[in-house]
């Protein structure tokens, strides 16, 4: 089994839309939680770091599952520049990043 | 403020034959990582650096793969000899602490194996 498992879409969605998808772990002794966004033929940049209690920054919101190892990334209102690949990173004694998850706003 | 550097941007070389890549951090990130993207997967941790120490290669294909940060700030990851499946984008990141929870990645070398 794989320590971080996406979906990789791609989700295509109508600007202005929510999106949402989650990121399962499977070291139930992970520390902490990331999402990063990486767009096409770019580096990976950190988008937000992931809460226990759930955190917002802006458009985006992040939530932890603990018990169902999972953590979940909600974008409202999609911008057409929200398209990119979203990577989930889990920290246990060291990071893992999954395959990514796949976004396409259109117009 | 710069941000990581990563040299050469692209690379094509053939099988069985030598690479080396070259990163330069963050100015004072104390930790350095090498990354291997292959297509369509996410970054694979290949190694960390905490200044010019090794934390973490378990990893790295030690056979074929090399990589040294001798001063503790730039560092070098050779290839030798190259498959074809090392075709890949090689990340460099760095980040001010061990625990690494922010990492600032260079824009990688995109490595082709014929």
């Known amino acids: 089994r794989k320590e971080v498992e996406q979906d990789p879409g791609p989700f295509n969605v109508p600007e202005g839309a929510t999106v949402a998808f989650n990121c399962t772990y499977s070291?139930?002794?992970?520390?902490?939680f990331f999402w990063y966004r990486q767009d096409c033929r770019k580096e990976p940049k950190l988008l937000m770091s992931v809460y226990s209690s759930g955190n917002e920054d802006g458009r985006f919101t992040a939530q932890l599952n603990r018990a169902s190892q999972y953590i979940s990334l909600l974008i409202r209102d999609s911008k057409l520049s929200d398209s990119a690949t979203y990577l989930c990173?889990?920290?246990?004694?060291?990071?893992?990043f999954g395959a990514g998850t796949t976004v396409t706003v259109r117009a | 403020e710069a941000g990581v550097a990563q040299s050469p941007r692209y690379k094509i070389i053939e099988k069985r034959q030598s690479v080396a890549f070259w990163c330069n951090p963050i100015s004072g990130h104390a930790t350095l990582y090498w990354y291997q993207q292959i297509l369509g997967q996410g970054p694979k941790l290949l190694i960390q650096f905490q200044n010019n120490g090794v934390v973490d290669d378990s990893q790295l294909p030690k056979d074929r793969f090399s990589a040294e940060r001798l001063k503790g700030v730039d560092s070098t990851l050779k290839i030798q000899p190259a498959k074809l499946e090392d075709s890949a984008v090689y990340l460099c990141?760095?980040?001010?602490?061990?625990?690494?929870?922010?990492?600032?990645f260079g824009p990688g070398t995109r490595l082709l194996v014929l």
């Open positions: 070291n139930s002794a992970s520390q902490s």
């Open positions: 990173v889990v920290k246990g004694y060291k990071l893992s």
């Open positions: 990141a760095s980040s001010l602490d061990r625990e690494g929870e922010t990492q600032y």
